[in-house]
């Protein structure tokens, strides 16, 4: 069985910094990318940044470029969201994606919510 762990996620103010964790674990091999995606209440989901796992590529939403940064360990099946310079509008929850080259998986969610 598959899992993926998040951590990191919590309360903070404006302009602080939070450092999202995900882990996955079990029977999963072909990972070729991983990344986060958030939903706020009310709006659909969408994608926040993603990583490859062969060349490292990164490709930002381009309300978070700038402010976070994404990185993987592949050794450890686990990829990181530095979120620096947050604002009200930053807060939702946030969601890890592991993509291998038959099927995507899904973390539970973390919530990270900003307060001004």
Request: charged content about 20%.
């Amino acid at each position: 069985q598959v899992q993926l762990v998040e951590s990191g996620g919590g309360l903070v103010q404006a302009g602080g910094s939070l450092r999202l964790s995900c882990a996955a674990s079990g029977r999963i091999s072909g990972i070729n990318r991983m990344g986060w995606y958030r939903q706020a209440p009310g709006k659909e989901r969408e994608l926040v940044a993603h990583v490859t796992t062969s060349a490292g590529s990164t490709n930002y939403a381009d309300s978070v470029k700038g402010r976070f940064t994404i990185s993987r360990d592949n050794a450890k099946r686990t990829v990181y969201l530095e979120m620096n310079s947050l604002k009200p509008e930053d807060t939702a929850i946030y969601y890890c994606n592991v993509r291998t080259v038959v099927r995507n998986y899904w973390g539970q969610g973390t919530q990270v919510t900003v307060s001004s």
